[in-house]
């Protein structure tokens, strides 16, 4: 298998591409930066935006791992994913991207997001409104077989991987301790398992830590 990873110097796309090199994937980073901060031994400088058809043939996956934290920015999250389906319109490769977890909803009708709830952080706000617009111009997205992963409302950088999580749906899902949370490298054992197993072509997944020992990492539920 043959995977691509762009904007790959972000945290959490390293951490895709180690937990992906450490299964045997075939792993190509791309990074805006000259210099390569990931595991990955093939490293191509090229920013997202000016990535073409040519630089993603032949691959199997391409995982999006952008990300900002600058409210000026917040629209490329749209922008950069959308130039990535405009690449692989057509293809059978599977793109991935790494979501948020602002736009899970926390009812059964689907009516009320995380990001609505009166606690919800105002300096999050931004990036939550961002992601949950670009989660919408997927769902249009007909001729891309993409997949958005959102994370646990509690995604850690330096959290424990611990091999287990919980796959869950569009909805906010609380672990055995009622809490939702993720470490970004178990985020990435989800994220590759996804991509080697294929099952949630056009849908939105999310994932939390499971706290009892699970096979094959993953409890599967979807809501």
Not at 1 to 7: L, Q
Not at 14 to 37: H, K, M, W, Y
Request: hydrophobic share 40%; with cysteine; aromatic share 8%.
């Amino acid at each position: 298998m043959r995977i691509a990873v762009v904007a790959a110097n972000g945290r959490v796309a390293r951490c895709v591409i180690s937990e992906a090199l450490g299964r045997g994937i075939d792993v190509t980073a791309f990074g805006r930066s000259r210099d390569n901060n990931t595991d990955a031994a093939k490293y191509i400088q090229k920013d997202i935006m000016e990535l073409t058809i040519e630089d993603l043939a032949g691959f199997d996956a391409v995982v999006d791992g952008f990300g900002t934290w600058k409210d000026d920015e917040q629209v490329m999250h749209t922008a950069t994913s959308q130039h990535l389906c405009d690449i692989l319109s057509g293809s059978d490769t599977r793109l991935l991207i790494v979501g948020g977890a602002g736009s899970l909803y926390v009812d059964k009708e689907h009516t009320v997001q995380v990001k609505d709830g009166a606690d919800f952080p105002a300096a999050f706000m931004p990036l939550a409104v961002a992601m949950g617009e670009e989660l919408e111009k997927l769902r249009k997205r007909n001729d891309v077989k993409w997949t958005f992963i959102s994370p646990a409302a509690d995604f850690q950088a330096d959290g424990e991987r611990t091999g287990r999580y919980i796959l869950a749906g569009e909805e906010l899902t609380l672990n055995s301790r009622g809490e939702s949370i993720i470490s970004y490298r178990d985020y990435a054992i989800a994220m590759v398992d996804e991509i080697e197993k294929g099952s949630h072509s056009r849908e939105r997944i999310s994932v939390v830590r499971a706290w009892h020992i699970v096979p094959n990492h993953v409890i599967g539920y979807i809501t």
